[in-house]
């Protein structure tokens, strides 16, 4: 009866001990080089080790990537890293940041070795016994595809669904692309294009137009689909702006909506939408993120019935003249009277500015009658009035407070920092736009003025 042949393994999971793993002198990163200070200086210099280092202090090794070594052809009991020279570098320099190469680097690791996580004094690597088997390994990693052999890139679209499920840490920022892909997979699923019309649009470009669109979208935020409009108004707006998006077919023809494109031919596109009364009109319901959920029935027909002379889609002016100003600040009356005059459908330069610098003026006035400071960033000085409000002994409600906070985030369509674009020259909001940033400012005016008197 034959029996089966016990082979040596190729490779193992080892653990070893930290000092006693060596650079490659041989390495693709650098010319061939046995001086392990210099190796050291090569890749501590690197911008690139700073980021890994950042990672590994605030995760530890990735136990999908581990080293992979040889035997020192020199020194019993000692190893040669041929897979992760950068990462023991990085890992050497968090242990001792004193071998960095300058001394700006070594503050930097002197920090990030204060607050991560320690370096063990062993780590898990792969032992491969045969310098060749673990080329082989090496060449799947780092030499492109190879059709389907090696790691395949993942494109925009890809990295973007990936990052749907949770972010990746603080060395990774949000993936820029998560709202144009948050659009495209709702509009895939509301029948406004189809999945084969989803592979003609890019979604980088979707992404770069979303700052001069969001405004003429009805987008409340810089991450999903959430809105108050209709939904019926929004879905349109959204259809045409994803179909003139859609690759023509045509060589030399670009898409209207196209990656090339300049700030002023974007904010262009945003005014032809709002000039063919594409831009929803009615933006009034409580946001949602229509994605996930429909507005109800009954919120829909109160929207509806509340489309009187009072619905800030038929009011002829920007601010009801039931808002009140009840403090003695004169250029505040004459900037409140103003907007209970002017149409935000013919002046919409204005009203956008109104709106504006009267929340601007409301937050600077609480913050001097509060002695929280006034002075700093914008979104500083709101932040230091919201703390000092929710301690108060009349704290604001809770959507009032969130208001408040969106208004400083720079990312909201009512931020003091988006209704800025059009007085530093970006797209001119639309009466629409106008009337729903005041409506949703309002109620967090009228109660910081409810403690200025």
Known sequence: MATARQETPEHEDVLVQFNKLHFDPVNPRGEPESDEEKIRSLFGGESETSVLAAHLAEHGQNPLDRLGIIKHPKLPGHFVIREGNRRLCAMQLLRDPERAPTTAIQKSFQRLASTGRPIPDSVQAVLFHEQPKARVWMSVKHEGPQNGLGTLTWGPTQKTRFNREGETGTTRPKNPNRQAEALLTYAVGQGLITPEERVLIAITTLTRYL???????????????????????????????????????????????????????????????????????????????????????????????????????????????????????????RLVKEGKELNPDEARFSCNYLNRVILERVIHNYAKKHGVGGQGDFADVVQRV???????????????????????????????????????????????DNRSNWENLQSALEYLLSRLK
């Open 386 to 432: 919201v703390t000092h409000a929710k301690a108060s002994n009349s704290p604001p409600s809770k959507g009032v407070a969130l208001v408040l906070t969106k208004a400083a985030d720079k990312k909201t369509v009512y931020s003091y920092e988006i209704m800025s674009n059009a007085v530093h020259g970006g797209s001119t909001p639309s009466g629409a």
């Open 211 to 333: 700052p001069n669109l969001r405004t003429a979208l009805a987008l409340l935020n810089t991450e999903d689909c959430t809105t108050n409009a209709v939904q019926v108004e929004f879905n349109a707006a959204l259809q045409r702006f994803l179909k003139d998006a859609k690759e023509t077919g045509s060589p030399g023809t670009p898409a209207e909506v196209h990656s090339r494109s300049t700030a002023g031919q974007r904010n262009a596109y945003a005014e032809k939408l709002r000039n063919e009364n594409l831009t929803p009109s009615s933006r009034n319901l409580p946001p949602y993120d229509p994605s996930k959920q429909t507005p109800t029935q009954a919120a829909t027909k109160a929207a509806v019935r509340a489309r009187s002379s009072m619905d800030p889609g038929k009011r002829k002016q920007l601010i009801p003249s039931s808002f009140v100003v009840s403090i003695k600040d004169q250029v505040l009356l």
